[in-house]
Nanobody, 127 residues
Framework: QVEVVESGGGLVQVGGSLRLSCAAS????????MGWFRQAPGKEREFVAA????????SYADSVKGRFTISRDNAKNTVFLQMNSLKPEDTAVYYC????????????????????WGQGTQVTVSS
């Protein structure tokens, strides 16, 4: 069993920054593909970013490209989402997920590809 726990959410003003963290259990963390998704009220969960097991490739939703950066520290079993230039439309519950696959990172944008999910952390961007 793998446990995934997010942290770092909060309230921030437009244009501000937040860094989300995601701690995952399991000795084979370095073999997981890790992803971030988000869900705003009344909307479906959507892909935000993903990073491959080797940290050699990343994938981003068009809506966050150039503003968000995903990274990972395999030694600490942690993945990060640095969010800059935040907009009101970034307001959502952000979920971290782990996938026990090694696949083309471009294919890891679908939630059904992920095996384990955290409980989510709220990000609110106020104007």
């Amino acid at each position: 069993q793998v446990e995934v726990v997010e942290s770092g959410g909060g309230l921030v003003q437009v244009g501000g920054s937040l860094r989300l963290s995601c701690a995952a259990s399991g000795r084979i963390f370095s073999s997981y593909t890790m992803g971030w998704f988000r869900q705003a009220p009344g909307k479906e969960r959507e892909f935000v970013a993903a990073i491959s097991w080797s940290d050699s490739s990343t994938s981003y939703a068009d809506s966050v490209k150039g503003r968000f950066t995903i990274s990972r520290d395999n030694a600490k079993n942690t993945v990060f989402l640095q969010m800059n230039s935040l907009k009101p439309e970034d307001t959502a519950v952000y979920y971290c997920a782990a996938a026990l696959v090694r696949d083309n990172i471009a294919t890891m944008t679908k939630s059904y590809r992920y095996n384990y999910w955290g409980q989510g952390t709220q990000v609110t961007v106020s104007s």
